[in-house]
């Protein structure tokens, strides 16, 4: 059982599998919701493992939001963030002081050596060049991850997520986490469905609620 695991079932959230069947017929909801905005938003740049805190801009536009009820209510769910600081900053804002378990895997992408770089910094550097135009996926980041170990990563955390959604009084989770992780998950549960996998990144501060029937998907609302 991994650590994060590990806190639920103490928490009594999951059972010692990692959570139960699910039933034929039962709805589960997971909604994902991007962190607020920081200063590497602002000036446009790669970071993932840099444990930026929330801008002044940030913290008042979530808190606009929050009290325009665009968010998912709280009513019953299980909560989760990738434990960053951004992360934590933003569940606060939105829903207070609430007992939450911290997912690793679903912390942003490592940029390895590009990390705090733009675009314009690395787009004449041959190793950003061939990871950036890698088809296959396989290719790290110089001291970083590849785009098929970022998939597989947070694709295991979004199995504690969701098994935690099913075992929930109301069958929801809520998790705070990060823009590249909620691309990969979007993009491998509706393969398909959109030409670039980028055109599923959310603003700051909003995201997806993803439906699940029983076992499968079946559909999405954004918000």
Not at 137 to 159: I, L, Y
Request: charged share 20%; with cysteine; aromatic share 10%.
């Amino acid at each position: 059982m991994s650590k994060s695991s590990d806190l639920l079932y103490r928490a009594g959230i999951l059972d010692k599998t990692g959570g139960q069947q699910r039933g034929k017929y039962m709805l589960i909801r997971v909604h994902m919701i991007r962190h607020g905005i920081t200063e590497g938003n602002q000036q446009k740049k790669l970071y993932g493992t840099t444990d930026l805190p929330l801008t002044e801009a940030g913290v008042k536009a979530l808190k606009n939001r929050a009290a325009a009820k665009i968010y998912p209510k709280k009513d019953g769910a299980a909560f989760f963030t990738s434990g960053m600081l951004r992360t934590e900053q933003t569940l606060n804002i939105i829903y207070g002081d609430i007992i939450h378990a911290p997912v690793d895997d679903l912390k942003e992408m490592s940029f390895g050596e590009f990390e705090n770089y733009t675009f314009e910094d690395l787009k004449n550097h041959p190793d950003y060049i061939e990871w950036y135009g890698d088809k296959s996926g396989d290719r790290p980041a110089p001291g970083g991850e590849s785009f098929n170990e970022f998939t597989e990563r947070v694709m295991s955390g979004f199995k504690i997520v969701t098994s935690a959604a099913e075992n929930s009084s109301s069958h929801t989770s809520i998790v705070i986490c990060h823009a590249g992780p909620i691309v990969m998950i979007m993009n491998s549960i509706f393969p398909g469905a959109v030409q670039n996998p980028f055109n599923w990144l959310p603003a700051p501060g909003h995201g997806y609620t993803v439906i699940f029937s029983g076992d499968k998907v079946s559909g999405y609302t954004r918000f």
